[in-house]
């Protein structure tokens, strides 16, 4: 019947990438890239996904394939001191395709403005492209009379991985009177492993969280979010603990007149002011780089 509806798609893709480093210029003074070289990959991808209504507002999805992608210019041949990250990156020219297999199931329900829905996953990579640290330090010399230094060094590798993972995600809507209320909720969690190292993958997000309601009545809004991020604690041997963290948002806007082209708003951000460090960074930046502190913004809009 009209409830146990299915359907099935497929998708395929097939590319040419040429990737090429141009080597020292003549007139280089530390030679760093030798000869100029290219590479030339063809990476194929092929995903097939599978859709069914249960009934009573619920579906069910599945998705399985096979994902290729060619190595970026700097993993195949970065040699010296990024300068966002004050880290020696080291590429290899000799790195192959990155290849993986994913599964992923989903369950997700609908009625009227309320819906939910959850996804799990899971990837496991024949080559997955790596940027670690490696644990020795590269002497840097100094310019313009200035000492050396030494920075840690980075290295992009290919290994054998696994990432799983867990996305869910909320949102509701309820009419009170004259009230409107909004609420939105999410939270998502990944594991990867290296399983040459039997270590976990490096910088992979934490578990977070995030909820939020709004409020609304004639001609203003005014709204609450909480944004949570757990310690991320499994880290490999070269890297470092990331602490967790809650964050507290304010938000109101509004019209001057129902039918007026002038708005405000006003926004408070980090309300407690707290430090939030993100994981995904690389070690040599996680602390000078935190995510802002408590910010108010406030403004007029004029629509025409």
Do not use: C
Not at 47 to 56: T, V
Not at 79 to 99: C, I, M, Q
Not at 134 to 148: H, I, K, L, S
Request: glycine share 10%; no cysteine; net charge positive.
């Amino acid at each position: 019947g009209s409830a146990l509806r299915s359907t099935a798609e497929r998708a395929a893709r097939l590319e040419q990438v040429r990737v090429r480093s141009d080597g020292d210029a003549a007139d280089a003074t530390e030679p760093r890239f030798g000869q100029a070289q290219s590479r030339r990959f063809a990476p194929a991808s092929l995903s097939l996904a599978a859709r069914r209504d249960l009934g009573a507002g619920w579906q069910a999805s599945a998705t399985v394939g096979s994902t290729q992608r060619a190595p970026a210019y700097y993993e195949l041949y970065a040699n010296g001191v990024h300068v966002a990250t004050a880290a020696f990156e080291k590429g290899d020219a000799s790195l192959p395709l990155e290849r993986s297999r994913h599964v992923e199931l989903g369950l997700a329900w609908r009625q009227g403005a309320h819906a939910v829905q959850a996804h799990v996953f899971s990837t496991r990579f024949a080559s997955f492209m790596a940027l670690d640290a490696t644990g020795a330090d590269v002497v840097v010399p100094g310019e313009d009379g200035q000492p050396d230094s030494s920075v840690p060094e980075y290295a992009f590798r290919a290994v054998r991985a696994r990432m799983s993972g867990l996305e869910i995600e909320g949102r509701t809507h309820w009419v009170v009177g004259a009230w409107t209320l909004d609420g939105t909720a999410s939270l998502d969690t990944v594991r990867g492993d290296n399983l040459d190292a039997g270590q976990p993958l490096p910088r992979l997000a934490p578990v977070r969280l995030r909820l939020a309601l709004e409020a609304g009545a004639g001609h203003w809004t005014a709204g609450l979010a909480l944004r949570h991020q757990a310690a991320q604690n499994r880290v490999p041997a070269t890297d470092t603990a990331t602490p967790g963290a809650t964050l507290v948002d304010l938000w109101a806007q509004g019209r001057f007149t129902a039918s007026g082209s002038l708005l405000w708003f006003a926004k408070l951000t980090n309300l407690g002011d707290r430090v939030a460090t993100n994981a995904g960074a690389v070690a040599t930046v996680r602390g000078l780089s935190p995510q802002g502190g408590r910010a108010l913004q406030m403004g007029l809009q004029w629509r025409l």
